[in-house]
């Protein structure tokens, strides 16, 4: 990894600190953390600067909720510190400086050593902020690519399980209506984040999640009960919930942009997700889910049947389709990449913003087609040194 001196500047033509673009600004970084946004002329002479080049900007790093696999590995079949280090690395080319590996339904032994290698990982990796649990506790209704098989209601041991990282953060998809509403208060009550996601519920028994402290809706409009003219569901509650977050997936594939043009109108608070599978920052197009081949093609990751497993898709070209695709101002996309996931996750004191006493993770593109030039996670750079677009 690249050293770099322990109080040191990042100056740029634009500098979106999660709320104000400021132009010509540098961000100064002591160790881990940002000690001072200020105008590049009032940078003390006396510290290094690093000069961004040309119209590029300086933004907080992309926080990502959910991401299953990455540099050809997927969490389920490799639940290990390794696999996770890699998963991010994979991921940290795109701008994504902090990420949840998610464990699609699986066994609770599974589980149990998936969240001990994110535990692990997180300790020596900042990058990796806790880990996500999109099921078991799921429709049979709705289980999308994953294995109905694996799905069951919760138990006692399932609680304490998820209950037992206290410093990480853990977050849970789950059905409502098939866990008892007891359930969810408990895990929120513990910190846990609970989302709804391959679910049937009605509006009601959505409400009803809301009250007991359910925040999330994983990948809106897929795998959930469909949003109808006398049975509004799911969608409908997340878009009118202004203390809610809901994952978009910007591929083009998963949901229409027209669609997702709706959403982001609604008081709900939109928040850029990959769903990303091992092709992502990988070089192979198959792997293996559940013993069934999965295949990236043209932007889709599908089983043999078509049915859509997870997505081929990175945060920087989430955060450029949300500009092109959704018409939605730069400044804006990149809220959805960085201060919504981090409120989402309850670590909006910390990370999403570039201000005093945060930590310095931020990412540098270019600002047409988002392409990732340098990122920094508490406030090391990564090794871009070796590549076309390194910095000098």
Sequence with gaps: MTTINPCHAVAARNVFDGVTVLEDH??????????????????PASLPVMELPGDTWLAPGFIDVQVNGGGDVLLNDDPTVAAINTIAAAHRRYGTTGLMPTLISDTYEKMCTALAAAQAAAAANPGVLGIHFEGPFLSPEKPGVHDAAMFRSPEPRDLELLKGWPCGTVLVTLAPERVPTEFITALTLAGVR?????SMATYGETQAALAAGLTGFTHLFNAMRPLASRDPGPIAAALEAPAA???MIVDGVHVAPAVLRLAVRGTGHPMLVTDAMPPVGGNKATFELYGQTITARDGRCTRADGTLAGAAIDMASCVRNTVRDLQVPLPTALCFASTEPADFLGLGTMLGRLAPGFRADMVAFEPVEIDVLETWVAGEPSAAANREHALV
């Design 26 to 43: 540098a961000v100064i970084v002591e160790g881990a953390h940002i000690v001072e946004v200020v105008p590049r002329g009032e940078v």
């Design 245 to 247: 977050w809901f994952g």
């Design 194 to 198: 609970v989302s709804l996601g391959h």
